[in-house]
């Protein structure tokens, strides 16, 4: 019950930091909407991305990986003690963890290399920022030595690392095109319709983000449905009341990637077979986070 316990709190605190993006484009975004559309966004809204979204993707990526399975067994997998449908989870793991390894690895370097970000730590991130013409180079690399690994345990494991491949370059492609449409509807008077698809649309792929992370910290489906869930309607909180408060953390998002490093390590070593206990997740993403806290706190102070 403990490490349940623990498992979920890192989970929440994953999500609600790792979302702060999200949270600040929905409020730049409800702020030029009018209040019945708000209303509609911070209630229906709150239900197809907390509710829906994030409770459908843990099950959907589950069967994406276990084909063998009816929808039912693995809508009930959950909570089911059927040997088989067990059995079947349990040999997809590693395919599933080096997908979502590879995507959060990505997902890092992409960060690390091209997107501009306060410097948390300035030497390293400042030079990674020059050299910035190497991402494409380096995730090719880390692609082709992650899959021809994971080609020597199994095919599947193999076409596992190049799904987490494209599922970056899918999402980052939604990612980039949600930043430019923000700028057109911040200056734009579009109707608060077309501003409500796109608060959904970039809600729903941010949440992929978390939802794969989610499956560093355990494979359990109710754990992330909770984790998720409560880090959800933590990020809505925020969109609501403390967003320009939150902003003022400058060094948030970067304890959010360092953590999804690890993460993304952890997922990849577990696809391998390598034992990493079960609390190595939370407490990294506890530590991570913590620090960065810490820090963007201390300049407020200085300021």
Known sequence: MLAAIFTVLGLILFEAVSSVDNAIINAEVLGTMSQRARRWFLTWGMFIAVFLVRGVLPFAIIWAFNSSLSIGQVLSAAWSSDPLVQESIQKSAPILLVAGGVFLLFLFLHWLFLEDKNLGLPRAEKYFMKKGVWF?????????????????????????????????FITHGFKQNAEEQEKKLLG???????????????????????????????????????GNGFGALLVRELTLRNIERIKKYA?????????????????????????????????????????????????????
Do not use: C, R
């Open 251 to 303: 060094y948030l998002k970067n304890g959010a990637m360092y953590s999804i490093l690890v993460l993304g390590v952890v997922m990849v070593m577990h696809s391998f077979g390598a034992h990493i206990p079960e609390y190595v997740s939370p407490l990294s993403t506890f530590i991570i986070i913590g620090y960065f806290f810490w820090k963007s706190k201390l300049e407020l102070k200085l300021a």
């Open 188 to 226: 734009s008077a579009q109707s608060d319709l077309s501003k409500l698809f796109f608060l959904e649309i970039i809600d729903t792929t941010f949440s992929i983000d978390g939802v794969l992370g989610a499956f560093a910290f355990t494979l359990s489906v109710p754990l992330i449905l909770i």
């Open 136 to 168: 494409y180079a380096m995730v090719s690399i880390l692609l082709a030595i992650i899959s021809w690994f994971a080609l020597q345990e199994s095919t599947l494991m193999g076409f596992g690392a190049i799904v987490g491949s494209s599922l970056f």
